[in-house]
């Protein structure tokens, strides 16, 4: 079983919207921290966004004013709005939680990831 699983990538035109969901899965206790990580070929992962379980976030620089990180603790659930796309954000987005499951020590899981191309 994948414990997080992302869903929203795909082709988008510079200036459109997407929306990414990754929802966790399995006999979850708690989940600490979520957030949308990227890999643009040739670079290094970068943070995009982060939440707490209390909903306080966090932007890299690069997507403040155009990306908002919401979460549903009821869903196990994280969301990334990510608005006036550029071919810049084009990129592997991957999902990152800290998740407490029953019987197990908190571990910093990985979403297996999904692409976002912004292009015309």
């Known amino acids: 079983q994948v414990p997080l699983v992302e869903s929203g990538g795909g082709l988008v035109q510079p200036g459109g919207s997407l929306r990414l969901s990754c929802a966790a899965s399995?006999?979850?206790?708690?989940?600490?921290?979520m957030g949308w990580y990227r890999q643009a070929p040739g670079k290094q992962r970068e943070l995009v966004a982060a939440i707490t379980n209390r909903g306080s976030t966090n932007y890299a620089d690069s997507v403040k004013g155009r990306a908002i990180i919401t979460r549903d603790n009821a869903k196990n659930t994280v969301y990334l709005q990510m608005n006036s796309l550029k071919p810049e954000d084009t990129a592997v987005y991957y999902c990152?939680?800290?998740?407490?499951?029953?019987?197990?020590?908190?571990?910093?899981?990985w979403g297996q990831g999904t692409q976002v191309i912004v292009s015309s």
């Open positions: 990152n939680a800290e998740i407490l499951y029953h019987g197990l020590d908190w571990y910093d899981y």
């Open positions: 399995g006999d979850i206790f708690s989940i600490n921290d």
